[in-house]
Structures are given as C-alpha cells and as structure tokens.
C-alpha cells in the first residue's frame, strides 16, 4: 500500500459489532488506535466500548448520524410495525413478530439475512419484504405506527446492537421507536418505548 501523505488525517468510525464483538483488543486493533487521529463511534454505549478495548481519551467523539428528513406521513394514516434490520438470530425478530401479533397489529419486515428463511416460514401472518432500496424502505417506515428493533446479545456477552439506525430513521419521520434496553438502543429510542422484558413485554408496556 502507498504510504499516507505526510499531512493526511485518519478518522475511524464504529457502528456495532465491529466493536463489540471484541473481547481482548487484538494487537492491530491496538495499533491502528494508537496511529488515527479520531475514532467515531455513534453512541455513547459504543464510546463506552471503545474505552473497554483501552481508547478513552480527546480523540473519541461520538459521530452523529446523517438522516434525511423527509416529510412524515399523517398520524391518522399509519398501520402496523415495522421492523428493519438485516435478519440475523441477534437482531431479535422473533421480539417482534411476538410483539405485534400481542399487540394484534401487522408486521413488516425490511431486510434480509441468515435466518431469513427460518423466519419466513415461522411466522406466515408476517410480510416479508427482504432488502429494498432506502427510498422505498423509508416510505414503508413512515406508513408505520412505529418502528421495532428489540435485539439481544450473543451467550458470551458480545455482539450487542451498536445504536439501531432504523430507530433514528423512523423518528427523523415522526414514527415512534419501541425498542429494548440493548447495546445502544435507548440511545436510539429516546422518548419511544422501551421494553424491559422484551421476551414477556408486561401489560403495562403492551398498553
């Protein structure tokens, strides 16, 4: 590789798992930390991790995320929850597929992934819409009565959700946020709902 320009500066950003599926920092890990001049997480639980993995100091400044702000959709004309995430175990969409089916209202799911398949044919009263271009995600999200994303953690602790993107999308819409105390999540949420047993949500939360 040609080295970098004498005045170049480096800035490295942090959107998940790519920290928090750390446990020991590895030594290049360690290295590049030591050599950029920022490092932009876009979560204060994320800057949190950053400082497990050893960096906490001037450099690190949590990034605010670009969001577009399209004109939200009426109250009144909105339907369902909708759920946009990339489909793995940890993303927790099985949470919301039990939610909305408590709650009795419709669930769009956005995106695709590994557990795809087996979550198709779990859930058959679920539309299913895969990865769609953002235009048409946002205008499936700004229909909704709100946005979902309630992930858990793998066994060993790691891989918790970094913030949750579609949380702040579905807000910068006026959509409200239901989310789960996981990762960056809260963060995401703001004054949304916040799930404290996403697995057995109480009456009160379902109310």
Known sequence: QAPWPANARLAIAAHGSDLTRLGPPPPAFTRAASRV????????????????LGVADRRVRVLPMPLPEPPPASAAARSGLVCLCRLTPL???DRAIALARALGEPLTVIGDGPAGAALRASAPDVR???????????????????????????RDGTGAE?????????????VPAIG???GGVPEAVGPGVLLDRPDDPSPADLA
């Open 128 to 154: 299913f819409l895969g990865q769609l271009p953002r235009h048409e995600a946002l205008e499936h999200l700004s229909g909704a009565r709100a946005v979902v994303l309630l992930p858990r953690v793998d």
């Open 180 to 182: 789960c105390r996981t």
């Open 37 to 52: 001049d920022a490092l932009l997480p876009v979560s204060g639980f994320l800057a949190d991790e950053l400082g497990r």
């Open 162 to 174: 970094g913030l949750g993107l579609a949380l702040l999308e579905g807000a910068a819409l006026g």
């Open 91 to 93: 993303k927790g969409v």
